[in-house]
């Protein structure tokens, strides 16, 4: 049996972890012991900072199986065929709440997908609604810091949130879902998920729709009312997770069924409002 070797953090065999480099019996210790410094320098990075949004999460493993021929729309070679299986990770979070928050808080959620394609990883960055707070992402930063805390109190300011929403008329449809139950989902399992951009398909004939993403949930959708998520979030304000986690550990295996909202891209110009300027869209 081949024992095992103590090494560095870049894999150099060491035969002491336990005793610095000095010069001399009591002079100082030195840079130049690698040991050391490797040894000090993983310790302070053994906490990864907090995200700014998204920051506390979970997933699961999962399967992609194609039901329907979508060659029509797209060359995706991962979509080519029915019943073709391709191997993903599927991603929930909260949005604003911090890593300790409480999964049951009134936010949207994250719904983010990787698809380990045959062509190279594939991902799709989405929350569990159709449309989102603003149309502009230079937005985006000026938006967050409303819904974090408020810099002179270090407390949440409903205040700054609902300041920034009236200066804000595109939020108006989100903020008529996040205020309703929908804002306040029973777990990962019973969400739906959607793509927050509008992504463009070319398929063989190297033809170009508009797409956007709905993972609907195969579970039915179902949401805590305002005070059925605050007494859970006092009973299990890891909820979200624990639902998720425990239904797997059981062998319930929650799905989702991917539709595909299209248009051609060249009956954008035509429509009754200005698709390519709303959905921002991304290739």
């Known amino acids: 049996m081949k024992p095992n070797t103590l090494t560095t953090s870049n894999g150099?065999?060491?035969?002491?972890?336990?005793?610095?480099?000095?010069?001399?019996?009591?002079?100082?210790l030195l840079?130049?012991?690698?040991?050391?410094?490797?040894?000090?320098?993983?310790?302070?990075?053994?906490?990864?900072?907090?995200?700014?949004?998204?920051?506390?999460?979970?997933?699961?493993h999962g399967v992609l199986e194609v039901t329907n021929d979508v060659t029509?729309?797209?060359?995706?070679?991962?979509?080519?065929t029915v019943g073709k299986r391709t191997p993903m990770f599927l991603r929930f979070s909260t949005v604003a709440g911090?890593?300790?928050?409480?999964?049951?808080?009134?936010?949207?959620?994250?719904?983010?997908?990787?698809?380990?394609?045959?062509?190279?990883?594939?991902?799709?960055?989405?929350?569990n609604t159709?449309?989102?707070?603003?149309?502009?992402?230079?937005?985006?930063?000026?938006?967050?810091?409303?819904?974090?805390?408020?810099?002179a109190t270090n407390l949440n300011d409903a205040n700054m949130v609902?300041?920034?929403?009236?200066?804000?008329?595109?939020?108006?449809?989100?903020?008529t879902i996040l205020?309703?139950?929908?804002?306040?989902?029973?777990?990962?399992?019973?969400?739906?998920?959607?793509?927050?951009?509008?992504?463009?398909?070319?398929?063989?004939?190297?033809?170009?729709?508009?797409?956007?993403?709905?993972?609907k949930t195969d579970q039915g959708i179902k949401n805590f009312t305002a005070d059925e998520q605050a007494q859970i979030g006092l009973k299990d304000k890891d909820h979200s997770t624990s639902d998720l986690y425990n239904n797997i550990a059981a062998g319930n295996f929650p799905s989702w069924t991917w539709y595909v909202q299209v248009m051609p891209k060249a009956d954008a110009a035509k429509y009754k409002f200005d698709v390519l300027d709303i959905t921002k869209v991304w290739s």
């Open 72 to 80: 029509h729309l797209t060359k995706a070679a991962f979509l080519n």
């Open 12 to 28: 150099a065999p060491i035969d002491d972890n336990q005793h610095s480099m000095s010069a001399g019996p009591n002079g100082p």
């Open 179 to 215: 205020f309703s139950d929908r804002g306040t989902p029973y777990g990962y399992r019973h969400m739906n998920g959607y793509s927050s951009h509008t992504f463009e398909w070319v398929n063989g004939a190297g033809e170009v729709h508009l797409v956007k993403y709905h993972f």
């Open 31 to 60: 840079l130049q012991d690698f040991t050391l410094i490797d040894k000090l320098a993983s310790f302070d990075r053994e906490r990864i900072p907090e995200r700014v949004v998204h920051a506390k999460g979970s997933g699961a």
């Open 130 to 151: 159709p449309v989102f707070f603003i149309n502009d992402p230079i937005k985006f930063p000026d938006f967050l810091h409303s819904q974090k805390r408020n810099p």
């Open 98 to 127: 911090e890593r300790g928050a409480a999964d049951t808080v009134r936010d949207p959620r994250g719904f983010a997908i990787k698809f380990y394609t045959e062509e190279g990883n594939y991902d799709m960055v989405g929350n």
């Open 162 to 175: 609902f300041d920034f929403w009236q200066h804000t008329p595109e939020a108006l449809h989100q903020i």
